[in-house]
């Protein structure tokens, strides 16, 4: 593995889209394509990167929006983080696992020259898996804590005395305490 470099096992004609194209089209393109993200290049410039999620994301916040209105560089991340095509496999997991990312670019000399994935990696080397896994894990349990902490903050709990008027009525945690809706409406 230690000679192995992203360049042997990049996917070296990454699915692409321009900067201006929309949503609409970036979504009916991961379809066709069957990919879960795009990266979006200026000729062969990488500026910017848009997955699945971005445009769930762009679809529920900007619902009032139409997807054909919004250009792909409008909701893609300002920073990315990337690979270079001599990296060592071990280097770029290791990146992997810092950005919290399953798909980086790679650039050579400025220029984008492919792209690899926790699967392409694994695709090559199967006893990695623990490692990626890892990733995976890491990803997951964040994901996890992030929708506790929510449903701790907003989980109806039957019925009982509201900690901040005193009446009794349907509870919600909010802020640590136990309160009643219009309680925690006026919060």
């Known amino acids: 593995m230690q000679n192995i470099i992203v360049a042997n096992i990049m996917t070296q004609n990454p699915i692409i889209v321009t900067p201006d194209t929309n949503l609409l089209e970036c979504a009916k393109k991961m379809v066709r394509k069957r990919v879960g993200s795009l990266l979006i290049a200026d000729k062969k410039k990488l500026v910017g990167f ?22 792909a560089i409008d909701i893609s991340p300002k920073k990315i983080a990337t690979l270079n095509p001599n990296m060592t496999l071990k280097e770029a997991i290791k990146k992997m696992k810092k950005s919290k990312f399953e798909r980086l670019p790679v650039i050579h000399d400025k220029e984008l020259v492919g792209m690899v994935t926790s699967k392409d990696i694994l695709n090559f080397n199967p006893e990695l898996y623990p490692e990626l896994e890892e990733l995976a894990k890491i990803r997951e349990e964040t994901k996890k804590l992030k929708r506790i902490k929510k449903v701790q903050e907003s989980v109806s709990i039957n019925e009982g005395t509201c900690e901040e008027c005193g009446n009794h009525n349907l509870l919600y945690r909010f802020n640590g305490m136990l309160i009643c809706d219009s309680c925690r409406n006026a919060s």
């Open 50 to 71: 848009i997955s699945q999620k971005d445009i769930l994301w762009a679809l529920i916040k900007k619902s009032k929006k139409d997807l054909s209105t919004i250009k």
